[in-house]
């Protein structure tokens, strides 16, 4: 198998790649191909990387315990009554967490926002747990990656 390129699942820079063996029978192989070349994969180690890449990522949310940044799309009826303030106050006590956010009006009073976040990802499932309870909101995803964003601000430097 020839090593991933780039596009594959993110690589820390200088961390090793390193090769495997796996076994598998046959029509997997087959079905693993087809989805190469479905998708436009350059080789097949650039597929089974994305895939392991997203148990991994799915395995950390489930665990609660790493610091993860991602989205929550959610779409609302921002007609209903109170439901923007109880939208942005949710956000508010979460600013921590909330990185940024934005509005799409859709058709007949519909909304669809999208909400940048980072932090635990159980704690980001609660903010998404509770968004979606609002009344109004129609549906509600958390989507995740252990892929962080950098630092947003220096902390200062202690004055000697």
Do not use: W
């Amino acid at each position: 198998m020839a090593r991933p390129n780039s596009s594959s699942a993110p690589t820390p820079p200088g961390d090793p790649l390193q090769r495997m063996s796996v076994t598998i029978p046959d029509s997997l192989l087959r079905s693993l191909d087809q989805m190469v070349a479905e998708r436009g994969f350059e080789n097949r180690s650039q597929a089974v990387a994305e895939l392991i890449h997203d148990r991994v990522t799915e395995h950390q949310q489930a665990t609660g315990t790493a610091v993860m940044a991602g989205s929550i799309t959610l779409f609302y009826d921002q007609t209903k009554n109170n439901l923007l303030a109880q939208l942005a106050e949710l956000q508010r006590q979460h600013v921590a967490e909330v990185i940024s956010s934005l509005h799409v009006q859709l058709e007949q009073n519909f909304m669809m926002e999208v909400i940048l976040v980072q932090g635990p990802a159980q704690k980001l499932k609660a903010i998404t747990n509770a968004l979606v309870a609002c009344k109004g909101v129609k549906s509600c995803k958390l989507t995740l990656t252990f892929t962080v964003l950098p630092p947003l601000h220096q902390k200062p430097s202690p004055k000697l």
